[in-house]
């Protein structure tokens, strides 16, 4: 059964994402540290992609409400991020996207930024979908760790039924045992068939170890580049690619995160992987 209703090509500024459209990114530090850091972070990712010529979506979180210990680092927080993400749009030209978890928190992030994200933990939630939905911006849902990809169907239709056709879904990994996540391609083209909407692969989230430190996540970031290009090769709209200058100094998600100084040639080699899938020429 093939999804029905979601546009197959969403556009976020001056960004295209579709599954037979070349690769955009969705790309930033796991959360917004600081406005210098930031505004640093943009600056960088926003060059890379000029040079590459790479559409890219700025991504970073004002809170991380799913911290595996209550004494986790969350953020800057809702009222102190919204000027900052409004400074990159218009500093940079670049769109920006940020995940909510609550309801009323929808429609004053969706005066700002430009894509809603909702965290694979929250991927069910109804009402938050429906609010999301209903600020008329893209939505971006991660797929639940405990979803199979046809499941995400029905999460993309109560998006639908809230009128609002731009959505993304995003594979980020399943549960397999204790602190520890697996990918199964398969789920790419399944999600692109039953939801029709743009798939979107999240490479440093899918190496990641829930709760593996003890009262942090682990990771392993040595394998992001491994399963992004084996993402890229089966064929997806997009890649989200957590960044940060120093990731063994970030205070979330650092160990799956690419150091910045890498980001380049990665994007590069998926840029060649992209064409290969995709048929088309350099």
């Known amino acids: ?23 955009a990114l969705i790309a930033g530090p796991c959360q917004m540290e600081s406005r210098n850091h930031a505004l640093e972070c943009a600056a960088a990712i926003k060059e890379i992609a000029t040079r590459l010529n790479v559409g890219v979506v700025f991504k970073a979180s004002f809170d991380k409400a799913n911290r595996t210990s209550i004494k986790g680092a969350r953020g800057m927080g809702l009222s102190a991020a919204l000027p900052v993400f409004a400074e990159i749009r218009e500093r940079y030209g670049m769109p920006v996207l940020t995940d909510v978890h609550e309801n009323d928190q929808c429609a004053p992030v969706g005066e700002v930024v430009d894509v809603l994200q909702i965290p694979a933990f929250l991927c069910r939630q109804t009402d938050l979908l429906i609010a999301a939905a209903t600020t008329g911006r893209v939505v971006n849902v991660k797929k639940g760790q405990f979803l199979a990809p046809w499941d995400m169907k029905n999460v993309v239709a109560k998006l639908i039924e809230g009128g609002n056709p731009n959505v993304l879904v ?15 391609m398969r789920a790419l083209p399944i999600m692109a068939e039953t939801t029709g909407a743009p798939v979107i692969f999240d490479a440093t989230h899918s190496v990641q170890q829930p709760g593996g430190q003890g009262t942090s996540s682990g990771g ?27 990731p063994d100094k970030a205070p979330s998600d650092g160990p799956n995160m690419v150091p910045l100084n890498q980001f380049e040639a990665l994007v590069a080699r998926l840029q060649a992987f992209d064409r290969i899938a995709k048929d088309r020429a350099g």
């Open 170 to 184: 995003t594979e980020r990994g399943v549960s397999f045992g204790y602190n520890t996540l697996v990918t199964d």
């Open 220 to 246: 392993q970031r040595e394998f992001v580049p491994v399963l992004a290009r084996a993402a890229v090769a089966v064929g997806v709209a997009g890649v989200f690619i957590e960044t940060h200058p120093d």
């Open 1 to 23: 059964m093939s999804g029905s209703g979601a546009n197959s090509v969403v556009s976020i500024g001056n960004v295209r994402f579709g599954n037979d459209l070349p690769l």
